[in-house]
């Protein structure tokens, strides 16, 4: 079964708007961490937000935020005031338990338009 | 994301031969941790290694793949004869210490795309 879901193949957004990424998880244990990574066209992975699952409040970073719904199992992360720069697959993650491994979504790629 | 290095950044080779890819974790971070990202998808998991040690290598196709990290020098990922379907971007992750819970955050080099002809 596929842990990680991320329907949403791409989307546009207009510069300065906020934009939405959907995620949602399948896991049986109490115990989970989720985590947002960026990778721009250059290739690399770079680390955006983390979210625990006993954590109360959803996560920011910066423009990063995590609308984190634990009853429905999502994990959505919100890009405020899109830049140019954030044009990139987002990749939604999620570690379970004790185990060390990631399991990653399919990707979402997002496209800033001016 | 700074600091854990990869190198080469492309690598191209013919089928059959080898492929040794190279990752040097970030200061102070003993473990590693290697994924695999064919096209269009997200990335696997393929093998968790420590310092002289595999401690998972359950991602990782039986034959041909072959994982090591060293007490000294970097991480290698060796693939031996290789196959167009192993034409894909490899990353290497790493973190100090899973002692440090479920926020213990994987930072992943920039990785090295093999391309098999």
């Known amino acids: 079964a596929q842990k990680i879901t991320q329907t949403q193949p791409g989307m546009f957004v207009q510069e300065k708007e906020a934009v939405t990424l959907d995620c949602t998880y399948d896991?049986?244990?109490?115990?989970?961490?989720l985590f947002w990574y960026k990778q721009p066209s250059s290739g690399e992975m770079i680390f955006l937000i983390y979210?625990?699952?006993?954590?109360?409040q959803n996560a920011t970073e910066g423009r990063y935020s995590l609308n984190f719904q634990k009853a429905r199992k999502s994990a959505n992360l919100v890009i405020s005031a899109s830049q140019l720069g954030d044009s990139a697959m987002y990749f939604c993650?999620?570690?379970?338990?004790?185990?060390?491994?990631?399991?990653f979504g399919a990707g979402t790629t997002v496209t800033v338009r001016a | 994301n700074a600091g854990v290095m990869q190198n080469p950044r492309h690598l191209v080779r013919r089928r059959g031969q080898e492929a040794r890819l190279r990752c040097s974790p970030m200061?102070?971070?003993?473990?590693v941790y290697w994924y695999r990202q064919l096209p269009e998808e997200g990335l696997k998991f393929m093998v968790y290694?420590?310092?002289?040690?595999?401690?998972?290598e359950s991602g990782m196709p039986k034959e041909r793949f072959s994982a090591e990290f060293p007490k000294e020098g970097p991480s290698i990922l060796r693939i031996q004869q290789v196959v167009r379907g192993d034409s894909a971007a490899y990353f290497c992750?790493?973190?100090?210490?899973?002692?440090?819970?479920?926020?213990?955050?994987?930072?992943f080099g920039p990785g090295t795309r093999l391309l098999v002809l």
């Open positions: 979210q625990g699952s006993y954590d109360q």
């Open positions: 290694l420590q310092k002289e040690n595999i401690i998972d």
């Open positions: 992750a790493s973190s100090p210490d899973i002692g440090g819970g479920l926020s213990e955050t994987q930072y």
């Open positions: 200061k102070g971070h003993s473990h």
């Open positions: 896991t049986s244990d109490p115990s989970y961490g």
């Open positions: 993650a999620m570690r379970e338990g004790w185990d060390y491994k990631l399991s």
